[in-house]
């Protein structure tokens, strides 16, 4: 999926270092100059190197400075309506509908947009390899962690998630080397869940992060690191916002995970949907 210049800068800047957000924030105010500078006018402007500014056009997925320029010209020239958009308090519920709607969708396509494709990969290998996958997470992210225990159920893969964080703890404490670990968290710093990520490392269990923040201390110490993007609004918090893009990523995993292992997921998907028959006699 072909995604704008501004949205690109926006889907990564939580990824940024300074000089990167230096450069993006001067893109994002003021766009129309950027189509009438140089690559060198920039820097001077900056105070930045031109192969920074150039590293930056490679980092959001341009060839360099010029097809960058090209790109983000196409996008002010046409008056397409922001995708993400504040919610008024002159709205009515069928216009506020609309904007939550697309402000997921933007969730969507800038978390597809910075998903790594050697990242999934790997998640995927180490889910097919685990003897038993546990998912974890606290507040908000248990809610993510259930649905995860919801679907991956029936892989035919050994699988559990609990809500309450000392229960995870616990199940953290008796994971193998032949496990794997599935840990979510938006921001990647809460107390809980490092204590529960700690502990299934120590047991030296595979890990997979789903956060927000590529620097994050859930980041820096998993095996595999699966990230989302999304932005804060007046009415929803940016890790509200995420959940939508950590869900979809859980979708990703499962139908990789059911593809890949075709004949015993079948035989799983079966036997769940023959006792939840059962049940409605």
């Known amino acids: 999926m072909t995604q704008n210049c501004l949205g690109k800068i926006r889907s990564h800047y939580a990824r940024f270092s300074e000089k990167e957000k230096k450069i993006a924030n ?3 105010e ?5 189509i009438h500078s140089t690559i060198n006018e920039v820097a001077d402007d900056l105070n930045v190197a031109d192969a920074t500014v150039f590293r930056f056009c490679k980092r959001i997925g341009f060839k360099g400075y010029q097809a960058m320029k090209i790109a983000l010209a196409a996008e002010i020239m046409t008056p397409i309506q ?3 958009e504040e919610i008024a308090e002159t709205d009515n519920e069928k216009t506020i509908a609309e904007k ?3 402000s997921n969708v933007r969730t969507l396509e800038n978390t597809l947009q910075i998903l790594e494709s050697n990242a999934i990969e790997k998640a995927v290998k180490l889910l097919m390899k685990a003897d038993k996958v546990q998912f974890y997470g606290t507040g908000g992210s248990s809610v993510v962690a259930m649905d995860a225990f919801h679907k991956f159920v ?5 699988t559990f998630a609990f809500i309450d964080s ?3 703890l616990m199940s953290a404490s008796q994971l193998t ?8 968290s938006h921001s990647g710093t809460n107390k809980d869940t490092m204590n529960i990520l700690n502990t299934a490392k120590a047991n030296g269990a595979k890990t997979i992060g789903i956060t927000g923040f590529p620097k994050s201390p859930l980041s820096q110490n998993v095996d ?13 918090s940016e890790a509200l916002a995420s959940r939508i893009g950590q869900l979809s990523l859980i979708d990703a995993l499962y139908v990789n995970v059911m593809i890949a292992n075709k004949d015993a997921s079948k035989h799983s998907l079966e036997k769940v949907r023959d006792a939840i028959a059962e049940t409605r006699i």
């Open 100 to 102: 939550i709607f697309r």
């Open 166 to 168: 000392h229960f995870q």
């Open 177 to 184: 080397k032949q496990d794997v670990a599935v840990v979510i």
């Open 154 to 158: 029936r892989t035919g893969i050994k």
């Open 82 to 84: 922001q995708i993400h």
């Open 26 to 28: 001067y893109i994002l």
């Open 224 to 236: 595999v690191s699966l990230y989302t993007s999304s932005e804060e609004t007046e009415y929803r």
């Open 30 to 34: 003021q766009p129309e100059q950027i």
